[in-house]
């Protein structure tokens, strides 16, 4: 009966740590995510100045490249340019896209929106600049706050499961 017990603790310790680490996780992946759309949306001005290629192939080429969370909202933008606007597509795929993004992350993305596919390139290509530069500074405090919380999940959810440990010992 003992050793039941003792494996019971020690698979609670092991759930206790994977769970801090997974809640750490979700601010580093947020960080990545963010640095990845900067680059996308470093890419998608460059395509826009040297090839003026249309903005759905643009997209498709983009998710095609970064195969992951944000390659996942480009494709879907893609996607739904076939029947909507670009602006209203883009819209669209960054509040349902399945990513790390918080509210504020998402509605300096959705500022690109107004002038997408609207305006002539240089209009185009200054918003997206100024995107950037938001998304910068939500890189800035997404860092500090992985910094802060990525700490702290991974060693305050063990310590409370040890706590339970303890307590039930």
């Known amino acids: 009966?003992?050793?039941?017990?003792?494996?019971?603790?020690?698979?609670?310790?092991?759930?206790?740590?994977?769970?801090?680490?997974?809640m750490s996780k979700k601010y580093v992946d947020r960080v990545h995510?963010?640095?990845?759309?900067?680059?996308?949306?470093?890419?998608?001005?460059?395509?826009?100045?040297?090839?003026?290629?249309p903005i759905?192939?643009?997209f498709l080429e983009i998710a095609n490249t970064l195969k992951n969370n944000i390659g996942h909202i480009f494709e879907e933008a893609n996607n739904r340019m076939k029947v909507q606007s670009a602006g209203l597509a883009w819209e669209e795929a960054i509040e349902h896209g399945e990513n790390n993004l918080v509210k504020e992350d998402k509605q300096i993305l959705k500022m690109l929106s107004k002038l997408l596919g609207q305006t002539d390139v240089e209009g185009q290509i200054s918003q997206i600049e100024i995107t950037e530069q938001f998304l910068e500074k939500q890189i800035n405090l997404a860092e500090i706050e992985r910094e802060?919380?990525?700490?702290?999940?991974?060693?305050?959810?063990?310590?409370?499961?040890?706590?339970?440990?303890?307590?039930?010992?």
Do not use: C, R, W
């Not at 009966?1 to 494996?7: L, N, W």
């Not at 890419?43 to 290629?53: A, L, R, V």
């Open 1 to 22: 009966m003992q050793i039941v017990k003792y494996i019971l603790f020690i698979m609670l310790f092991f759930a206790s740590l994977s769970i801090g680490t997974l």
């Open 33 to 53: 995510e963010l640095k990845d759309m900067k680059n996308a949306l470093n890419m998608f001005k460059s395509k826009i100045k040297f090839t003026y290629e």
């Open 56 to 58: 759905g192939e643009i």
């Open 148 to 169: 802060k919380n990525e700490k702290l999940y991974k060693k305050l959810v063990p310590t409370i499961g040890l706590a339970v440990i303890v307590i039930l010992f």
